[in-house]
T-cell receptor, first 111, second 115 residues
């Protein structure tokens, strides 16, 4: 079983739609959680950290459920520019400072 | 903000040759450098972690004699792919972490194609 699992998609949605991605992680001793965005042939860029109480940044809302070991990302009013691959990233306790990446979920926002 | 410059952006080399990839932290001291590899439609896979002045720690299954990592200064780390083969063709990305800032700053990646 992969340490961090995501549905690879692609998710094809119309502009303005709300879309949600989920991610599950296998190690309960997990320390920190993040969502990164990766455009084709580019490096990943931090979208937002994920906090236990849930957090929001503009159109993006991230939530963490430690009991069920899953993380979610909600994108409201999606834009064409949101088209990218969204990577779920976990830093495990005892793993040093290394990040473990999910495979990513591809989002395509269409007119 | 923190910037990591990675070069080259892309390289095509012949099978059997060696390729060096450089990552420089431009405005902070990178005490730790992570090297990743990403195959098409796959996740970033950590290859090794290096701390300045120390030998790199390699992940299971990564050949340390094939992927040479040098992190001799706080602003420069290099990854050398020795005796490259077509199966080494991939997207290589570095990520630096400083002592003051605990965020992760990624280089722009190097697309290696071995022919």
């Amino acid at each position: 079983r992969k340490e961090v699992e995501q549905d690879p998609g692609p998710f094809n949605v119309p502009e303005g739609a709300t879309v949600a991605f989920n991610c599950t992680y296998s190690n309960s001793a997990s320390q920190s959680f993040f969502w990164y965005r990766q455009d084709c042939r580019k490096e990943p860029k931090l979208l937002m950290s994920v906090y236990s109480s849930g957090n929001e940044d503009g159109r993006f809302t991230a939530q963490l459920n430690r009991a069920s070991q899953y993380i979610s990302l909600l994108i409201r009013d999606s834009k064409l520019s949101d088209s990218a691959t969204y990577l779920c990233v976990v830093k495990f306790t005892g793993g040093g400072n290394k990040l473990t990446f999910g495979t990513g979920t591809q989002l395509k926002v269409e007119l | 903000g923190a910037v990591v410059s990675q070069h080259p952006s892309w390289v095509i080399c012949k099978s059997g040759t060696s390729v060096k990839i450089e990552c420089r932290s431009l405005d902070f001291q990178a005490t730790t450098m992570f090297w990743y590899r990403q195959f098409p439609k796959q996740s970033l896979m950590l290859m090794a972690t290096s701390n300045e002045g120390s030998k790199a720690t390699y992940e299971q299954g990564v050949e340390k004699d094939k992927f040479l990592i040098n992190h001799a200064s706080l602003t420069l780390s290099t990854l050398t792919v020795t005796s490259a083969h077509p199966e080494d063709s991939s997207f290589y990305i570095c990520s630096a972490r400083g002592q003051v800032s605990y965020g992760y700053t990624f280089g722009s990646g190097t697309r290696l194609t071995v022919v």
